[in-house]
C-alpha cells in the first residue's frame, strides 16, 4: 500500500445497491464473511442473501436499501484492513446520506451492530413516511443554484443535494416536482432526470421520519467520534456524540451539502479520497469538484486485492 498523507473516507448512499454486491468479498475474505454473519444475525433475515442474489425489487426498497450499503460498505473496509495491515487511517471520514451511518462506525460513535440496527430503521421510517405523504426526486444539470432556489421556492419543492459543479437534486410531493421540473427545464436546465425514487427525501416530508428516530437515538448510547466526521447538512466536522445526533435528525430533512463537504476537507489538507462501497458515484462527484485530488474507488475484492 502506497503511502499516502492525508486521507479522507466517503461511503455511498442509497441507489449505489445493486444485486450481487458483497458476494465476492464475503467468498474472498473471513473478515468480510464475519461481517455479513454479523448482520443477519442483528437484523434478524439474511440480509446477506438479499445482496448477493435479490430479487432487484426487494433490495431497492429503502428499509432494505439502507442497511444493505452500509454492511457491504463496512466489509469492503474490513477486508481491506485483514489484506493490508498498513491501510492508512482517515483524517475524515463522510458519507452521502445514508453513507453517514457507515461513517459513524468508523468514527466510532456506534459499533457496527448499532449502526445497522439504525440504518434500518431510518430505512423502515422514511419509507413509511413517503407512504403517508408521496414524494419523488429528479437531479437537475447544467442549472445554476440560485436560479434553481428560485424554481424550488415557486413550486413548493427543495434543492436536497449539492452534488458538485453543474449537478443538483431536487426534492418534493409529486404534484409540486412535476411543476419544477417543467419550469427549470423552461429556465434553461441542461437536463432534468427523475430519480427512481418514491420518497421526498431530505425535505419536510420527512417529518414524521424525525419524530421517530428522535427515539430511537435517544435509546442509542453514542461516544465521542474517534474521526471528526463531516456533516451533510453543513460541511463542517461533528466532534461529539451531541452534535452527531443533533445531525443525524437535521439531516432526515435538509439538504445533503456534499459538493462544500468535500472542499472543506480539501482545505484542509486531504488528498487522497477513499470511496469505500459499492459504486463509484462518489469518486465520480469528486473528479468533478476537483482535479487536483486521488480518488480510490473499493468496492469490490478485486479493488481490494489491487490494494
Known amino acids: 500500500m502506497v503511502n499516502l498523507t492525508k486521507v479522507a473516507y466517503v461511503f455511498p448512499g442509497q441507489g449505489s445497491q445493486w444485486v ?14 464475519a ?3 454479523q448482520a443477519d444475525e442483528v437484523l434478524g433475515f439474511p440480509l446477506s442473501r438479499l445482496c448477493f442474489e435479490g430479487p432487484e425489487d426487494e433490495l431497492r426498497q429503502t428499509i432494505n436499501a439502507q442497511p444493505a450499503i452500509l454492511v457491504v460498505s463496512w466489509a469492503c473496509l474490513e477486508a481491506a484492513r485483514e489484506v493490508c495491515p498498513d491501510f492508512p487511517s482517515p483524517v475524515f471520514v463522510a458519507g452521502h446520506s445514508l453513507g453517514e451511518y457507515t461513517a459513524l462506525a468508523v468514527a466510532e460513535v456506534l ?8 440504518a434500518r430503521e431510518r430505512g423502515r421510517l422514511t419509507h413509511e413516511a413517503g407512504l403517508s405523504r408521496p414524494g419523488s426526486m429528479a437531479a437537475v444539470m447544467g442549472f445554476d443554484e440560485a436560479l434553481l432556489a428560485e424554481v424550488c421556492r415557486t413550486t413548493g419543492t427543495h434543492i436536497v443535494n449539492i452534488n458538485c459543479p453543474g449537478q443538483l437534486v431536487i426534492s418534493g410531493g409529486r404534484e409540486n416536482m412535476a411543476q419544477a421540473m417543467e419550469l427549470a427545464k423552461t429556465k434553461g436546465a441542461v437536463r432534468v432526470i427523475p430519480l427512481p425514487v418514491s420518497d421526498a427525501f431530505h425535505t419536510p416530508l420527512m417529518q414524521p421520519a424525525v419524530e421517530g428516530m428522535t427515539g ?9 467520534p474517534i474521526i471528526p466526521i463531516i456533516a451533510n447538512t453543513t460541511a ?5 456524540a451531541e452534535a452527531v445526533k443533533e ?3 437535521r439531516q432526515l430533512c435538509n439538504c445533503v451539502q456534499w459538493q462544500r463537504s468535500i472542499e472543506y476537507m480539501i482545505d484542509e489538507g486531504v488528498s487522497t479520497f477513499m470511496e469505500i462501497g459499492p459504486g463509484k458515484v462518489l469518486t465520480g462527484l469528486i473528479k ?14 478485486q479493488a481490494i486485492r489491487d490494494l
Open 247 to 249: 445531525e443525524l435528525l
Open 111 to 118: 459499533d457496527f451492530a448499532n449502526a445497522v440496527y439504525l
Open 236 to 240: 463542517q466536522p461533528l466532534t461529539t
Open 20 to 33: 450481487g454486491m458483497g458476494r465476492d468479498l464475503r467468498d474472498d475474505f473471513a473478515a468480510a464473511k
Open 216 to 224: 430511537i437515538v435517544a435509546n442509542l448510547s453514542f461516544r465521542e
Open 288 to 301: 468533478r469538484i476537483s482535479k487536483d485530488v486521488e480518488t480510490i474507488n473499493i468496492g469490490d475484492a
Open 35 to 37: 461481517v455479513f454473519d
